[in-house]
């Protein structure tokens, strides 16, 4: 079983910026793709931006150039560096990871960005 869990978020103002983490802990071996997802309070969850093992990375048209992910396989974590974020873009943050050997998707609790006017 794979554990994750998302730390970092809090209340900005726009144009701030935020850094959120991801730590993988419990049977993290044979992890590939990582990727962070957030659900507005509309309830829809998208793509933000993905890693994989090999530090390929691909973003939403939206923050390109804005966010940046990241990849520490030494600490099992993720980072999801957030700059001029917009007010739009206050949602629950989510972790998610797929592993290989089992075929398993795993998601952590979220973390909640406010961004405020």
């Known amino acids: 079983q794979v554990h994750l869990v998302e730390s970092g978020g809090g209340l900005v103002q726009a144009g701030g910026s935020l850094r959120l983490s991801c730590a993988a802990s419990g049977s993290i071996f044979s992890i590939n793709t990582m990727g962070w997802y957030r659900q507005t309070p509309a309830k829809e969850r998208d793509l933000v931006a993905s890693?994989?093992?090999?530090?390929?990375?691909k973003y939403a048209a939206s923050v390109k150039g804005r966010f940046t992910i990241s990849r520490d396989n030494a600490k099992n974590t993720v980072y999801l560096q957030m700059n001029s974020l917009k007010p739009e873009e206050t949602a629950v943050y989510y972790c998610?990871?797929?592993?290989?050997?089992?075929?398993?998707?795993?998601w952590g609790q979220g973390t909640q960005v406010t961004v405020s006017s």
């Open positions: 890693i994989t093992s090999g530090g390929s990375t």
């Open positions: 998610k990871a797929f592993q290989t050997m089992t075929t398993r998707t795993y």
